[in-house]
């Protein structure tokens, strides 16, 4: 079972989406520097600057977002019952961008 993490999201996601960005950000460097390819109607150097930029912003909103993540600690006492809480020392130890 992954662990919980923010509202209930796997930490897994988090790093999936900085992944999915950083993988844009390198396709769109690939089509606009590595092709050298002359097409009509569109152009490949500016799909690849669409995607690098779009891997950039995706990239600040998954750090953002990252940072603004609530830490919930989930404990199962002896007896079954379970507790969730905040504790007071996660308030300020977050990054900040």
Do not use: C
Not at 38 to 63: D, E, P, W
């Amino acid at each position: 079972m992954p662990r919980v993490s923010g509202a209930g999201r796997p930490k897994v996601v988090t790093a999936m989406r900085l992944s999915g960005s950083l993988f844009l950000i390198a396709l769109g460097a690939i089509l606009t520097f590595a092709i050298h390819v002359q097409t009509r109607g569109f152009s490949i150097h500016t799909i690849g600057i669409i995607l690098m930029i779009a891997g950039g912003a995706a990239a600040v909103l998954t750090l953002f977002m990252w940072s603004q993540r609530q830490k919930t600690v989930i404990r199962r006492s002896p007896g079954g019952e379970i507790t969730e809480e905040r504790p007071a020392a996660d308030y300020n130890d977050s990054p900040r961008l």
